[in-house]
């Protein structure tokens, strides 16, 4: 597995901190106008139910974007380690392989008496 092909998909599926600023800068300004704004009781209900519907829509967009970028972290998460695993297989059996070669050659050669 390309370790570079994972990081460009962890990009893409990352929550820009861009998009998080906006949607809590657009949740404090509606609040804000909300409240400096004078109207009468039933205007502000209305509005304020109207800032709420949005802010949980907005919420709800945000929470399935990170579920989204929190599964693809697990997959690339899982990747990573099957690949590490075999990797770490691989150089142990190497190693293991020197070992024994090594061994085999020092037998074969007499000892200095």
Known sequence: MNINHSRRRHERASISPLSIAFAVGAAVGAGVALFTTPHSGGEMRRR???????????????????????????KDARQTLRYTALRLTDVVSATKDAFQADAGVQERIPADE
């Open 48 to 74: 304020i139910a109207s800032g709420v519907k949005t802010a949980q829509e907005e919420l709800s967009e945000v929470v399935e974007e990170t579920r989204g970028a929190v599964g693809a972290l697990t």
